[in-house]
């Protein structure tokens, strides 16, 4: 069963940085495609950032690109979102996804209907 568990959210000043962790348990993170949702208060769920198995693609929502780096760490087995140049608007709740076509390895998945593995999330809160 694929299980995963998300670490890293906090809060912090606009402009600052974070680094959140998605950790796998019980498979092997890099073989499945996992992304990054946020959501807000009372907005809807949407997505971050997605990496494809074995790290060959990865997307970001347009709000975030430039500032957000999506990376995996085999050997931890766990993937990685490095946020820099927080803005308020970024708040939110942090879940982690995993799953997919582990087939599709050349672009990875931005919809949150392909996934069957979520955390639980991790609160991010960007405020001065």
């Known amino acids: 069963q694929l299980q995963v568990v998300e670490s890293g959210g906090g809060l912090v000043q606009p402009g600052g940085s974070l680094r959140l962790s998605c950790a796998g348990t019980g498979f092997t993170l890099n073989k499945y495609h996992v992304a990054w949702f946020r959501q807000a208060p009372e907005k809807e769920r949407e997505a971050v950032s997605c990496?494809?198995?074995?790290?060959?693609?990865?997307n970001y929502a347009d709000s975030v690109k430039g500032r957000f780096t999506i990376s995996g760490d085999n050997a931890k087995n766990t993937v990685y979102l490095q946020m820099t140049n927080l803005k308020p608007e970024d708040t939110g709740v942090y879940f982690c996804?995993?799953?997919?076509?582990?087939?599709?390895?050349?672009?990875?998945?931005?919809?949150?209907?392909?996934?069957?593995?979520w955390g639980q999330g991790t609160q991010v809160t960007v405020s001065s």
């Open positions: 996804a995993a799953g997919g076509d582990r087939t599709i390895t050349n672009w990875c998945l931005m919809k949150g209907g392909a996934y069957r593995s």
């Open positions: 990496i494809s198995p074995y790290g060959g693609a990865t």
